[in-house]
């Protein structure tokens, strides 16, 4: 059988950023040719993909693309499409609302900023893409081409957290999950979708947080700890495997287990 024809291939959506990062680290060993995007890192992220190409068979290929532009999602979804058998879609891009740009502006600006990249350029690419994706496994009928995509969420949607800040990231972040449960049922039985909704993570916000924010992390999961980038990489990867073939419509929380301790 001819490697090159069987070896899946993944799409990664802002994987310049903590958890894209940790996604492609998650795959970067795999037999997978990947798909990777960023914009304001894409010179960063081409550097990292050519140094990995020198030891790995599979390929990977960069795309620059600015995610604030709907028309910008929709041509990468399209320049996405013209790989033969895609068959994996993880779109982990989203406005930084921690950033010292972000916290400058007021609040409708931020909303409007994290609502296009979030929310709007995701939606884009999900239904582009994963329309495209069923209609081809459709008329393939072939079961061994299981596409998947995932999405990205938050675990404060489904329980609220005070601040401006949570009100504009539980807006986004909950139509985004809403949006992937509707998304599975109108691809299925072709393709799954799923949105991982991960907790207190220590990316780039998390290694400079304050002593509040780090006890308020530690106190909020049963874990008692913050989570890494790599172990929701770890979820997001198995759901875009075969090895998640009946998980289907779901937004997967990972935060170690909310806990309802939390001292005030």
Do not use: H
Request: aromatic letters at 8%; a neutral charge; proline letters at 2%.
């Amino acid at each position: 059988m001819d490697d090159e024809r069987t070896r899946r291939r993944v799409a990664i959506v802002g994987a310049s950023g903590g958890i894209g990062s940790a996604l492609v680290s998650a795959f970067i060993d795999d037999d997978v040719d990947l798909f990777l995007t960023a914009n304001s890192r894409y010179d960063e992220l081409v550097e990292r993909s050519k140094e990995a190409s020198r030891s790995r068979k599979a390929s990977i290929q960069t795309f620059r693309a600015d995610l604030s532009n709907v028309r910008e999602a929709a041509r990468l979804a399209e320049a996405l499409l013209k790989t033969p058998r895609l068959d994996s879609l993880a779109v982990a891009s989203g406005i930084d609302l921690m950033s010292r740009e972000s916290k400058s502006l007021d609040f409708d600006e931020r909303l409007a900023k994290a609502w296009q990249v979030d929310v709007a350029s995701t939606i884009t690419l999900a239904r582009i893409v994963g329309k495209a994706l069923a209609e081809r496994r459709r008329v393939a009928a072939d079961a061994s081409f299981s596409p998947s995509v995932v999405l990205f969420g938050w675990d404060g949607v489904s329980r609220g957290q005070e601040g401006e800040t949570a009100q504009i990231y539980a807006a986004c972040k909950g139509a985004v999950v809403a949006f992937a449960k509707s998304l599975a049922q109108d691809l299925a039985p072709y393709v799954r979708v799923n949105a991982v909704s991960p907790g207190w993570i220590k990316t780039t916000w998390g290694a400079v947080a304050s002593d509040a924010a780090n006890r308020r992390a530690v106190d909020e999961s049963l874990a008692k700890r913050w989570g890494s980038a790599k172990e929701v990489a770890d979820v997001v990867r198995f759901l875009l495997s075969d090895e998640s073939s009946f998980i289907n419509g779901q937004d997967v929380q990972v935060n170690g287990g909310f806990s309802y301790l939390r001292r005030n």
